[in-house]
């Protein structure tokens, strides 16, 4: 199978859209000046807004990378076609990426890896998988605190909502693209909950779509499959941190990190990129593969319901590789006619627009009128029976385990009791194994019956008066009576 509109429904002729562009940092620059020349031979009714952001904003001052007047014109325009930017270290600058994403809710990030067979070298030539990764929860909050001298914390939040938008964006996009299968990717057996409840939503999602086949696998075990045989793979829907781990392995297994075209979308956003990044080390030398951006449009012009136009380079860019008109990374003795730069390639696409690949499938999004995949609302909520069963309280305290426990005894408010102790998700009290390491990060689970938070503030304080350090508290709850957090190991 081809490509990926994610929408058809028919209106024309088309009329101009307004789209935001920025040319990025690194080779940015010369794959969007590529990707904008074919744009325009192609006939694509385009109405540019350019933006700065990246490097020579991030030096100006501004720590995101990205400035106020830039946000008007995306509010503006809605479709935002970007090439990579340079992301600096330290210094306190934030991911420009991240910081998009979010603000624009772009909660979808879709990134189609297809192998060219025979024409780019690959292991596997049969190889079309699309990776659907939620892009705004998980580790990739960025909610970090040091909360001791030797122990720091990365909050990883998954949300029910969060949950059932990803995998319902997932089975819609399936469904619209003609793909069979969607497999989902989490760690449920050590994250029980957080992974678990994104499993449990996609398993209940699921039934809404019985038309399209639906397994499991646990990340770890499912990326190995993915770089033993990606040509088992359909559709994989998996969360924010493992989506970006596993598309770099898709994608590189394909051929070519330059081939890669992706986007991120949202209700009322879509952000159209290449996969890969800057590239500073041939930034300037005209040897970039522009593909990757060029694909990236094609996904843009079918969201925008300009899909007659997206057929029409999809075709010409497949036509230039199958006529063996490579640029240097994808570049094979034995495969290829030409060895081109970035200027040749873009030329040679633009030559063949109108022309249809002889081996590749030739590709036809029907008619456009595109305003993305609309999804169904989210489920209704139903409020559960929400009750305080204690508190973690984390400490920073150094010592032996039943010392702690002495004093922590001592220092039980009324109607709290000491229930265990432990270290790094470890139980260390009662009967602690001698062997187990223990930092300086202690969480001491207190329980209670009908207590509320009157009695945690009071469990609080006689810490305090005990002379202990609290660093964090994490509440106790039942839900409908369910147990609401983890047990530590060996409890
Ligand atoms: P990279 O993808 O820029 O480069 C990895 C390797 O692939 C390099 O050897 C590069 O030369 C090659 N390569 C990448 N794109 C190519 C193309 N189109 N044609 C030919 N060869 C290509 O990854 P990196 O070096 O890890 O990151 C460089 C910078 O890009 C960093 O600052 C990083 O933060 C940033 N980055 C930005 C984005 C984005 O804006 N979406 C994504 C990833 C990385």
Redesign the pocket.
Known sequence: MPFYPLISKASKPHMKTPITVAR????GPE?MDATLSILQAAGAQLEIDEIEIGEAVYKKGTLTGIEDSAWDSLKRTKVFL???????QGGGFK???VTIRKTLGLFANVRPCVSYHPYVETNFPNMDLVIVRENEEDLYAGIEHRQTQDVVQSLKLISRPGSERIARFAFEYARANGRKKVTCMAKDNIMKMADGLFRKTFDEIGKDYPDIEQDFYIIDIGTARIADSPDSFDVIVTENLYGDIISDVAVEITG???LGGSCNIGSNFGMF??????????AGRG??????LILGSVLMLNHIGQNDIAAKIHNAWYKTLEDGIH???IYNEKLSKEKVGTLEFTKAVMERLGAKPEKFKVVDYGQGGGKGLSLPPLKPRVTQKKELAGVDIFLDWEGKPDDLAKVLNGACANGMSLKIISNRGVKVWPDGQPDTFCSDHWSCRFIGNDIDNSHIIKQLEGLKAAGLDFVKTDNLYTFNGERGYSLAQGE
């Open positions: 990025g940092d690194g080779i794959i970007k090439a990579p930017i340079t992301t600096p991911s420009l990426n070519s990190v330059g990129e290449a996969v890969h990044g800057s590239a500073p080390d041939i040897i970039a593969n522009p593909s990757g640029t240097g990374d």
